[in-house]
Structure formats: structure tokens, C-alpha cells
């Protein structure tokens, strides 16, 4: 069964950081471009970031360049995105998504997207 688990959000104050993780199952994450995505209550969701199956070349949305970094983990078949200097208009839902396997570049749009995770909360308020 092809799945995406996402894990390590929750609760943290401005300034701070987290590491969300998206695990794969029944697939390899290395052939696949993997983004990651958000969503608040009331707004649409949006592409935060993305890194490519081809060269792990990586896109960010102007929101989030400078702060967050997204990598693979080819041993643990898991790609992070981690999370600095956090702020309150970051709060959303998480999730990360698999771009279908012939696709070689990133684009932030969720319709291009076509196995997602579960979603993970993060929280950044004091």
C-alpha cells in the first residue's frame, strides 16, 4: 500500500523550530518529487516547498525562503522539512505530497500531486 506519514508538528512559540518528517510505505521516496504543503483554517492551501527526484533541486514559496529547508533521508526513505525562526501566520495544517514519478521539477500547485499525507498540526503562537 503506497502511503505518506507526516510527523513531528505541534506547538511552539514564534521564534522557534520544528522538524516535520514525511515517511513513505510501499514506495521509494527517492523516485519521486516530494513537496510540502499548508493549510489554515478558512484559506486554500499552498504550496510551501518542494525538492525534485531528479538532482534534489529545491523551491520555496517567498513566505518561507530563508527559513525553512527541505532534504531527503535516501537511508530512512523520509524527506524533512525543517522549520526556523517560526511565525504565528505559519500556523496550518501540514501536509507533504508525491508529484507522480515522471514528473522531474517541482511546482507548487496541489493538483499536480497525486499520493498526500494525513497532515500534521503546527501551532506557533505565545
Known amino acids: 500500500q503506497v502511503q505518506l506519514v507526516e510527523s513531528g508538528g505541534g506547538l511552539v512559540q514564534p521564534g522557534g523550530s520544528l522538524r516535520l518528517s514525511c515517511t513513505a510505505s510501499?514506495?521509494?521516496?527517492?523516485?519521486?518529487?516530494i513537496g510540502w504543503f499548508r493549510q489554515a483554517p478558512g484559506k486554500e492551501r499552498e504550496g510551501a516547498s518542494c525538492i525534485t527526484n531528479s538532482d534534489s533541486s529545491t523551491v520555496y514559496a517567498d513566505s518561507v525562503k530563508g527559513r525553512f529547508n527541505i532534504a531527503r533521508d535516501s537511508a530512512k526513505n523520509t524527506v524533512y522539512l525543517q522549520m526556523n525562526s517560526l511565525k504565528p501566520e505559519d500556523t496550518a495544517v501540514y501536509y507533504c505530497a508525491a508529484l507522480p514519478v515522471l514528473f522531474n521539477i517541482c511546482v507548487l500547485k496541489p493538483t499536480f500531486f497525486n499520493v498526500w499525507g494525513q497532515g500534521t498540526q503546527v501551532t506557533v503562537s505565545s
Open positions: 510501499g514506495f521509494t521516496l527517492d523516485y519521486y518529487g
